[in-house]
């Protein structure tokens, strides 16, 4: 797997840890969007796209995000402590869109994020700089018949 590109769009919130944003495309065929750069105490490093983890109600069945008290569809109040902990504990509230499955793979991908990170810092320094677009549509999918 190559790293073919990378595109950085930075945050404006000066006193934020979240940096960037980022996407990755590997060997010019697949894309990872939204991977967050974030400000912590030893360095910058990469998180990965997560979706908040949800149950359902007891009573009506309907979908709740694990901090909500009260159910989104009828109202109940909903129990305490619904989340899975993880191996120290915490409770498990997001889990990873996408994300490496070894330690190589994260390396590579953390060093190339944070490389291009840096670069697009110098590169805002400049006068006439001008953000990363993110939002490009992609390839056109050709018409299903």
Do not use: W
């Amino acid at each position: 797997m190559q790293i073919t590109e990378v595109r950085v769009k930075l945050v404006d919130n000066k006193d934020d840890r979240l940096k960037a944003f980022c996407s990755v495309t590997m060997d010019n065929e697949f894309v990872i969007r939204d991977i967050k750069i974030i400000e912590g105490t030893s360095g910058y490093f990469v998180a990965m796209p997560s979706r908040k983890m949800s149950d359902h109600c007891e009573k009506c069945g309907g979908k709740n995000h694990l901090r909500a008290r009260y159910c989104n569809n009828c109202g109940s109040a909903l129990s305490e402590n619904r989340a899975k902990k993880d191996v120290k504990g915490r409770m498990k509230l997001h889990a990873d869109i996408a994300h490496p499955i070894n330690a190589e793979c994260r390396r590579k991908i953390q060093e190339t994020v944070t490389i291009a990170f840096e670069e697009e810092l110098e590169k805002s320094k400049q006068p006439d700089y001008k953000p990363t677009e993110m939002d490009e549509p992609d390839d056109e999918v050709p018409e299903v018949i």
